[in-house]
């Protein structure tokens, strides 16, 4: 088991690289937040810390997101981050359903879209309180589209 002051040492570099990450300007967190390659650190800190919403959102765009990120992210009060979610290719069933019962009729717009809504999910989405959900799970489904600039990480766009 580690030592107390091994502990101590931990959370303390923790508080140091949560000090150092918060102390960076907007235009920079907006940047690092797009960058092809992050840290375990970098990316932990983005998920759990960052207060701007949108560095969030660039973030939640990312498509190299891992399970753990996106049901993180599907968390989140806001609806923007959200539906930045309910545009991918890659979410489970659970988080497909998850945003077809969204409080925001956003979520449940882009998720009416989403290639991989199952047919029981569309159904549900054509009897929606709002007219614009239910135009959308009339329409076609949409697949997810990733770009990437050089430089950066490939997103998903809308």
Not at 30 to 39: E, I, K, N, P, Y
Not at 124 to 136: F, G, I, K, S, T
Request: overall charge positive; charged content about 30%.
């Amino acid at each position: 088991m580690p030592s107390a002051s091994h502990h101590s040492d931990h959370n303390r570099h923790d508080s140091e690289a949560e000090r150092a990450y918060k102390a960076r300007p907007l235009e920079e967190r907006l940047a690092l937040a797009l960058r092809q390659h992050l840290t375990e650190k970098e990316r932990e800190l983005i998920l759990l810390r960052e207060q701007w919403m949108q560095v969030r959102v660039y973030f939640a765009r990312r498509a190299d997101l891992r399970p753990h990120e996106i049901a993180c992210l599907l968390a989140d009060q806001d609806h923007v981050i959200r539906l930045c979610l309910a545009k991918r290719d890659d979410l489970t069933l659970e988080q497909i359903a998850q945003c077809v019962t969204d409080r925001d009729p956003n979520v449940r717009y882009f998720i009416a879209r989403n290639a991989r809504l199952p047919e029981n999910f569309r159904q549900q989405l054509l009897n929606d309180v709002d007219p614009l959900v239910r135009r959308a799970a009339a329409k076609p489904p949409r697949a997810a589209r990733i770009e990437a600039r050089p430089g950066q990480a490939a997103l998903v766009r809308s």
